[in-house]
């Protein structure tokens, strides 16, 4: 069983990582189109990991006693003034993000959801990740992509990022 408003949180955030996801598909598909691939595989990837993380918060509220509502996703940006905006906008939403998931755990605290807020530790961590990941390639563009080879030396770098399915996706399958 939920508290309403814990309930109401994890399912947006179901609907925000399925957003995340299609705002990096769009980035993927807008830097394929520009013959950025490399940079295009990174995001592709990006994209996998934020369905995954969609599924683990879908699945959370069924193990955990919930109903799942899911609200609709926006339509992500299609057009972006270049690789910089677009590693931009990744760090700005990771960020964005991030608050979200605190606000979940602040939410689920206050109601003394303890099971809730052990379920957001990876989550917390993960952001983390997330924020220095994009942080990351937005500091290397802007050191290193001035000029054609050094742009052409970070795209063959990001060309070789794989998907990897994260263990916390089986932890919670196959439940309700
Ligand atoms: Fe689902 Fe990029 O955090």
Do not use: C
Not at 43 to 52: A, G, L, R
Not at 121 to 134: H, L, R
Not at 139 to 148: I, T, V
């Amino acid at each position: 069983m939920f508290d309403k408003s814990v309930e109401k949180l994890l399912n947006e955030q179901v609907v925000a990582e399925m957003y995340s996801a299609n705002l990096y598909l769009s980035m993927s598909a807008w830097l394929d189109d520009h013959n950025y691939d490399g940079y295009s595989n990174w995001f592709y990837v990006q994209y996998k990991e934020e369905m995954d993380h969609a599924l683990i918060f879908y699945n959370y509220i069924r193990n955990a006693g919930g109903t799942v509502k899911l609200g609709a996703v926006d339509a992500p940006p299609v057009d972006f003034a270049g690789i910089k905006e677009i590693l931009e906008k990744s760090l700005e939403h990771e960020q964005l993000v991030t608050s979200l998931i605190y606000a979940i755990n602040a939410a689920a605290s206050k109601v003394n959801d303890y099971k809730t807020v052990q379920f957001l530790d990876w989550f917390i961590k993960e952001q983390v990740e997330e924020e220095d990941n994009a942080s990351t390639n937005l500091g290397r563009f802007e050191n290193f992509g001035g000029d054609a080879k050094g742009l052409l030396s970070l795209d063959q770098e990001l060309a070789a990022r794989v998907y990897t399915q994260t263990t916390q996706l089986a932890l919670y399958e196959g439940g309700a």
